[in-house]
């Protein structure tokens, strides 16, 4: 279910329920949309930035209107007297707008191709991401969905390559509850040596910058006998190559 009847008063939803296959409940878009082209020449276009035509977009008779920020604040609080639903979203960094992707694909119930759309665009830009790490970006999420990373390693047995996208993955997230996670799995990840997977570099980067000192001690399970300095040294190398 979910809303029918939608205005997107800027591209980002409007591409976004596009890609889902969700255009269908689109009725209104921004004049700024140039995302999909055909979108255009589809949706009627009922606003610009700052403004918006409010009788129009009133006349389509929305059940669900799509914003951003305080700077759409006086066209939110209009359509909100007019007795209209309006979310308006205030994304401000990456993490955020995958936070909005995963709102609006859950309210237009399709939550698990959301998923795997957000895993091909965070994929794109880091290969050792797994469907969990774009699940997470959800907010309030994260205790349901590191289990799901964990267990997605698991599955893929002594492959090492999927053990180090697992914790690379979990690394990446910064929080107490995925390190945790990763240093289950890090006993199982060939970190040095011949022919280590993919994501080695990555993972002792982000094992340096969540935890020094776990970052020291993997190393010298790995490296016995080796002086701080040398272990230190030898962290930051593979973290850089």
């Not at 050792?128 to 289990?147: E, N, Q, T």
């Not at 016995?224 to 593979?238: A, E, K, Y």
């Amino acid at each position: 279910m979910g809303p029918q009847r939608i205005v997107c008063l800027t591209e980002e939803t409007t591409e976004w329920l596009y890609l889902l296959g969700q255009e269908h409940r689109i009725v209104g878009i921004s004049g700024y949309t140039v995302r999909p082209r055909r979108a255009r020449s589809e949706k009627p276009r009922v606003s610009a930035f700052l403004s918006a035509k409010i009788d129009q977009i009133l006349a389509l008779e929305p059940d669900c209107v799509f914003g951003f920020s305080d700077l759409q604040a006086d066209i939110a609080s209009a359509l909100i007297k007019a007795g209209v639903s309006v979310t308006v979203f205030n994304q401000r960094s990456v993490d955020e707008i995958f936070s909005v992707l995963f709102q609006v694909a859950a309210m237009v119930d399709e939550l698990e191709q959301g998923k795997a759309l957000m895993v091909a665009l965070l994929k794109e830009n880091d290969p050792a991401v797994s469907v969990a790490m774009a699940a997470a970006i959800g907010r309030g999420r994260l205790a349901a969905f590191v289990p799901e990373v964990v267990t997605m390693a698991r599955a893929g047995g002594a492959n090492p390559t999927v053990r180090a996208e697992a914790v690379s993955s979990l690394l990446a997230l910064g929080r107490p509850e995925a390190a945790e996670a990763a240093r289950a799995l890090l006993e199982d990840v060939p970190l040095s040596g011949d022919s280590v997977p993919a994501a080695v570099p990555l993972i002792w980067e982000r094992l340096f910058r969540l935890d020094s000192a776990l970052a020291i001690g993997a190393a010298e399970k790995r490296l016995p006998g080796m002086t701080d300095s040398g272990l230190i040294r030898f962290v930051l190398t593979q973290g850089r190559t």
